[in-house]
């Protein structure tokens, strides 16, 4: 968030809508590198305990999130065929062609 003011928020709609530009470093469809450093630790942070604890949290604010859903989410995870928060963040850059990741 080079040259802004404010914070993205913890949110992968946040992630995702920033990496389609048009504020901070990345402006529309620029070709852009992300160096991810502590790839292969962050795949561990961000594997399926954390993913569990991102999913839970979510549930204590049913207002907020869809339960049946994130019920879904969790049940998938646990039977080994969900998707981790890092395997998520990854779908979500690959999404962005003009954007390359470069894993340190």
């Known amino acids: 968030m080079h040259?802004?003011?404010?914070?993205?928020?913890?949110?992968?709609?946040?992630?995702?809508?920033?990496?389609?530009?048009?504020?901070?470093?990345?402006?529309?469809?620029?070709?852009?590198?992300?160096?991810?450093?502590?790839?292969?630790?962050?795949?561990?942070?961000?594997?399926?305990?954390?993913?569990?604890?991102?999913?839970?949290?979510k549930l204590e604010h049913p207002q907020l999130f869809n339960v049946g859903f994130i019920k879904k989410q969790l049940d998938d995870l646990d039977k080994g065929r969900g998707k981790t928060y890092f395997e998520i963040i990854l779908e979500l850059i690959a999404g962005h062609p003009n954007i390359e990741l470069i894993e340190a």
């Open 3 to 57: 040259g802004e003011d404010w914070k993205l928020a913890e949110s992968l709609d946040a992630l995702d809508d920033m990496l389609y530009g048009a504020y901070g470093a990345i402006k529309g469809s620029d070709a852009v590198q992300i160096i991810w450093k502590n790839f292969q630790g962050n795949r561990k942070d961000l594997g399926v305990e954390s993913t569990r604890r991102h999913y839970l949290s």
